[in-house]
């Protein structure tokens, strides 16, 4: 059986409300030759069996992937994959036409912490966050070709940046399963390239798909400012929806080539779109006050809490000049992808934000991120995507 992890005592609640985290300082005693994602039982200070997981150098000790005694083998990958596909079978998104990109597996939310798999067409795209699941790469993308059969054929692995910097590990991206220089996918009927082999996540922002579409409803007739708009995809959902002009700004030339060859990809020769290589702010400042929707998606900006406090003076400061600046009557649709803010700093640094532009504001929606990364309710830190729909008075 695996090696043995003891805990400190009262340190075993969290595990017996299934959270499936364990941080370093819980631990009590734990074999000295252990190797970073190695698999580890974990058992409270009088022995007693509480979890099987990986073990990983840091804050997070281990991760874990069972409640229950068992061996972690083909048939738990295949277990753990076939529960997540049926789940998406369920809720019509691997039956949509019009739609052949989600989220497969979405980490804790699916009980697999460390692993990301994202669809996109016939190619599966995974991301492994631990040396973990980085070490069960091969097992695991040959379990997934077995449980998704008729549905996924190549499977591509895209971790280099997001493995931990400490393994030292050297990773290279590339085919698992397959081969693939089709890089065009569909959501909701629009078209898009997707940038698996050098674009950020893997290659698309799918937790936005909702939230576009809803966007699509509120743009006609309407001058958009997508801002931090990577590969454009809510520019993209903006000229469907009737917008009389979407200007896209990303600090990043590269996303505004992208964002640019899904524009002509989805609407050729269309004159409305403009896209600029710009810093978000100096934009957002030297900016008219002729926009009537605004579109603010930045990155996190904290990744982890000790950067809070400057990340929610981000958010204030983003959120305020976009209030400022938006035409009477405006929406503004405004995110926050930091895991470490949560729902309700999030909102009052936008009520901060209305307070110091001076301007009457509206919540018309509230936003989150869709059924597909599902969040695990022993797990409240999966849940890192807080939207906000605002009108402007």
């Known amino acids: 059986m695996y090696p043995t992890i003891q805990l400190r005592r009262g340190k075993a609640e969290s595990l017996k409300r299934f959270h499936p985290w364990i941080f370093s300082g819980a631990i009590q005693k734990m074999p000295e030759n252990l190797t970073e994602g190695q698999l580890v039982r974990v058992v409270d200070h009088e022995g007693t069996f509480l979890a099987i997981g990986h073990y990983q150098i840091g804050s997070i000790a281990i991760r874990v992937l069972s409640f229950v005694e068992r061996n972690i083998n083909k048939e738990f990958w295949k277990e753990r994959l076939s529960e997540a596909f049926k789940m998406r079978c369920s809720i019509g998104l691997l039956e949509r036409e019009n739609n052949n990109t ?4 979405h980490g804790e939310g699916d009980q697999l912490p460390g692993l990301i798999i994202d669809l996109y067409g016939k190619t599966a795209v995974m991301q492994a966050h631990s040396v973990g699941m980085h070490l069960y790469r091969k097992e695991i993308a040959a379990a997934l070709i077995e449980v998704c ?4 054929e190549n499977v591509y692995y895209k971790s ?8 030292d590990l050297h990773e290279k991206d590339g085919f698992l399963i397959g081969d693939n220089e089709d890089n065009i996918a569909v959501e909701y009927g629009l078209k898009f390239h997707i940038d ?7 290659g698309f922002f799918i937790d936005q798909r909702e939230n576009r579409k809803l966007l699509e409803q509120y743009s006609m007739g309407k001058n958009v400012l997508n801002m931090f708009c990577y590969t454009g995809g809510f520019s993209v959902y903006a000229l469907r929806g009737g917008a009389t002009r979407v200007t896209s700004v990303d600090s990043s030339a590269k996303a505004i080539d992208l964002t640019r060859a899904n524009a002509e990809l989805n609407f050729p020769g269309d004159s409305r779109h403009d896209a600029f290589a710009e810093d ?16 603010l998606d930045p990155p996190a900006f904290a990744k982890h809490k000790d950067a809070l406090r400057n990340a929610l003076k981000g958010y204030t400061r983003l959120n305020t000049i976009a209030i400022s600046k938006i035409r009477k009557g405006g929406i503004i649709f405004t995110f926050s992808c930091s895991q470490a803010v949560n729902k309700d700093q999030f909102r009052l640094a936008v009520f901060t934000a209305a307070a110091q532009a001076g301007r009457h504001v509206r919540i018309l929606h509230q936003l989150h991120q869709p059924a597909d990364h599902p969040i695990n309710i022993y797990h409240p830190e999966g849940e890192y995507l807080k939207g906000l729909v605002l009108e402007v008075e």
């Open 102 to 105: 989600l989220r497969l597996i």
């Open 196 to 202: 698996w082999l050098r674009g950020q996540k893997t």
């Open 280 to 295: 978000a702010f100096k934009f957002l400042e030297k900016a008219g006050n002729d926009y009537e929707l605004i579109v």
């Open 149 to 152: 059969k008729e549905t996924i």
């Open 160 to 167: 280099e940046t997001t493995l931990p910097f400490k393994a």
